[in-house]
């Protein structure tokens, strides 16, 4: 008895672990690409237990809601949509290992994947050995682009949804030069994070060419939770903002820590300044003056069905990162139409060359440059928080 | 010198975190002699409890620290009675408590990731001002000085308990040889689930300050890691040394911060740790309790 117990403890401890890390309806192969004659599979890789989880769940979030549209309305070229996701708990190694098994053994035709810049620049080589096309999120040129070499795209993966981190800062300090008189700016970022290092780089060049300063420059790491020293300096540094790309933990806890520490300037940040946000502080008047800009702006009457939708699906609000995830569906969809086959190679020469003037939430006029494998003249919305009050400002391009 | 003293300020806070994750870890390794990562886990479920309490059952501060203590001390009990009372009866090796231990934090942290991990969280705000004021550049939170005091005041409680109470000297003994007390006539099994629950208790303070300190996420556990460096730093298995361990943690990580910024700062704080133990292996309180693993 004690035998046949340990060894269906052992079973199912073996199978555990198999089976949770796979969130969807798994295709097993049937050896042609896309994964049989009825279905379409789109593989994901998102963070969904890991410590950038809530990003990774509304990103999985907005692609399953966008496959779960285009199956009721008829799928793609006939064909049903089977989303097979993977957790890759916020790493490059589990996410190498999810998307080979994609590659691989689920036959999916594209992969969508996280806006973690550092864990997406995990799939360039290997994406091109398999030629699976991956769409995905990474802020960072250099998730698509050899910027440092050859200056040549990577064949097989895309950003999609929004504009590029550079291009980001170059929005939002052109926007708080041109509206406000701040000039001396302390930057403060996560050092270990490929989006905020690409995005103070393209913050700090823009700022300069506008005639700003930048006083003093602070970074942190990944799991750091005291931020009270990096914040004592910036108050002593006589900086009049403090311009913080970081994730949305990191946020709430750097503005809390610096109102315990009388420090009440204003900030300058990116798209994790949106909600929930404001909602996780103790008391969001802390923020007396922060602007930031986003991928989408989440009140414009076009976004409406969307959140109504999203809300009902998973009972919780939609974020932006949930429009990125819904968008890059349609976009991946989109190709899918153009390539008329789920054949993967068809698939990423129509997102090189066919995606143009698709109507998304983040854009009416959506098109992805085949040149750049990046969005081409995609804006962001530009907000602004006085007193903890969100405020939608302008829309500006890059 | 403000910005001195600021940091002062900062890193007695800081290290205020780290000597409350220390007590209750450290207590239990003064009793079973084995580094108990389950701590962590107990620390990071009760946190997420304490917030059902306030967000469903709309409870207080007060009521809200007291029902969560108590969990967190039965959750405590539960996990010692699942991962360590066998063990115990069966005179386990010593790493395979070490072992049981990290399966039970690791499982707790589990089950919040799969309940919370869609979302982040975060405690209202429960006083109506954040931070005292001392003089115009300097502040201090007020979470920090309940922190502090709380610090200070679990380990003068336990103090009292060990030296001053049956239950105390019970565990005593049972630290000492755990045979020959159940010979004089202590009831081993008992005392061993006090211990544990006083362990909960603190970690569940624990978990709701670095909760109220930080933010609601399931790595909050990993700060147990913290806490081992603290009470390691304080001499292994001393209640005091928790309290000296953890100040000069949260001194040493703050003012390397300073000096030498957050990317050294980690290589730093350790090699200075690793030094001081060359010279110092009985750490701060100049007492450490061998241990079995």
């Known amino acids: 008895m004690k035998k046949i117990l340990a060894m269906a403890l052992t079973l199912a401890l ?46 999985n979030n907005g692609v399953t809601l966008a496959v779960e549209e285009i199956n009721a309305k008829g ?23 999810a998307y080979t098994r994609l590659a691989d053994v689920d036959k999916a035709s594209a992969v969508i994947t996280t806006d973690a810049s550092g864990i997406f620049m995990s799939l360039i080589e290997i994406s091109s050995e398999k030629k699976v096309p991956v769409c995905g999120m990474p802020s960072d040129p250099r998730a698509v682009m050899d910027t440092e070499g050859s200056g040549e795209t990577y064949p097989y993966t895309f950003l999609t949804g929004q504009c590029n981190a550079p291009q980001q800062a170059a929005i939002i ?52 939770q005291d931020f009270s020293t990096q914040l004592s300096r910036i108050r002593e540094s006589g900086a009049e903002f403090i311009c913080t790309p970081n994730p949305t933990a990191q946020l709430v806890i750097m503005v809390q820590q610096a109102a315990q520490l009388g420090l009440n300037i204003p900030y300058v940040g990116a798209q994790d300044m949106s909600d929930p946000f ?16 986003a ?65 998304l939430l983040c854009s009416e006029n959506y098109v992805e440059d085949g040149a750049t494998h990046s969005p081409k003249g995609l804006g962001m919305a530009v907000y602004e928080i006085t007193n903890g009050v969100l405020e939608y400002k302008t829309y500006l391009e890059p | 010198m403000t910005f001195y003293i600021q940091l002062l300020i900062n890193g007695i806070a800081l290290g205020s975190v780290y000597s409350i994750i220390a007590l209750g870890f450290t207590l239990i390794f003064s009793v079973l002699k084995f580094s108990n990562f389950s701590h962590g886990g107990v620390m990071v479920v009760s946190a997420y409890f304490a917030y059902i309490m306030v967000n469903r059952f709309e409870l207080g501060f007060i009521p809200m620290i007291l029902i969560t203590i108590v969990f967190g001390g039965l959750l405590s009990c539960l996990a010692q009675l699942i991962g360590f009372e066998r063990l115990r009866k ?69 103090m009292f308990i060990l030296y001053k109470t049956r239950l105390g000297i019970s565990i ?97 704080t350790f090699l200075f740790a690793i030094i001081f133990l060359i010279f110092r292996p009985q750490g701060i309180s100049g007492k450490f309790v061998k241990e079995k693993v």
């Not at chain 1, 404001?278 to 800009?293: E, H, M, N, R, T």
């Open chain 1, 278 to 293: 404001l909602s996780l502080l103790d008391d969001p008047s802390v923020v007396g003056k922060a602007y930031f800009q």
């Open chain 2, 90 to 158: 069966t005179k386990g090796s010593s790493m395979l408590f070490f072992v049981s231990s990290s399966n039970l934090g690791t499982l707790l942290q589990n089950i919040i990731i799969l309940t919370f991990a869609s979302s982040y969280y975060s405690y209202p705000a429960f006083f109506p001002k954040s931070f005292f004021q001392l003089t115009s550049k300097l502040t201090i939170a007020v979470t920090d000085v309940i922190m502090l005091l709380l610090s200070t005041v679990g380990i003068l409680i336990l």
């Open chain 1, 14 to 59: 073996t199978l555990v672990p198999l089976t949770s890390c796979n969130n969807g309806s798994s295709s097993q192969g049937s050896g042609s690409t896309g994964g049989g004659s009825d279905v379409i599979v789109i593989g994901g890789i998102n963070d969904l237990t890991g410590n950038r989880s809530v990003t990774g769940n509304a990103i």
């Open chain 2, 172 to 268: 005593r003994a049972l630290s000492m040889d755990s045979d020959t007390a159940q010979l004089m006539g202590v009831n081993v099994s008992m005392v061993m689930a006090l211990t544990f629950f006083i362990s909960g208790m603190l970690a569940a303070i624990a978990g709701i300050l670095c909760g109220m300190k930080f933010l609601l996420y399931p790595q909050l556990k990993d700060l147990v890691m913290k806490g081992m460096t603290a009470s390691i730093l304080g001499g292994l298995g001393n209640i005091s040394g928790a309290l000296y361990g953890g100040l000069l943690l949260g001194l040493m990580e703050v003012f390397m911060t300073n000096f030498v910024g957050s990317s050294l700062q980690p290589a730093c």
């Open chain 1, 75 to 97: 799928g793609v070229l006939g064909k049903q949509i089977k989303y097979v996701v993977y957790d890759n708990k916020n790493d490059g190694q589990e996410t190498i290992s």
């Open chain 1, 173 to 224: 300090a052109k926007y708080v030069s041109d509206t406000t008189d701040l000039t001396k700016a302390a930057l403060f970022y996560d050092q270990s994070n490929a989006y905020a290092v690409a995005y103070m780089n393209g913050f700090r060049d823009l700022w300069e060419s506008v005639g700003g300063e930048i006083v003093l420059e602070e970074t942190c790491n990944a799991n750091d």
């Open chain 1, 295 to 359: 991928s989408a702006y989440m009140e414009d009457p076009r976004l409406q069905t969307f959140c109504t939708d999203y809300e009902e699906r998973f009972g919780e609000p939609a974020t932006i990162k949930a429009v990125n995830g819904y968008d890059t569906m349609y976009i991946v969809a989109a190709a899918i139409e153009k390539a008329g086959s789920a054949d993967r190679d068809a698939i990423k020469s129509a997102l090189e060359n066919d995606i143009d003037g698709l109507e």
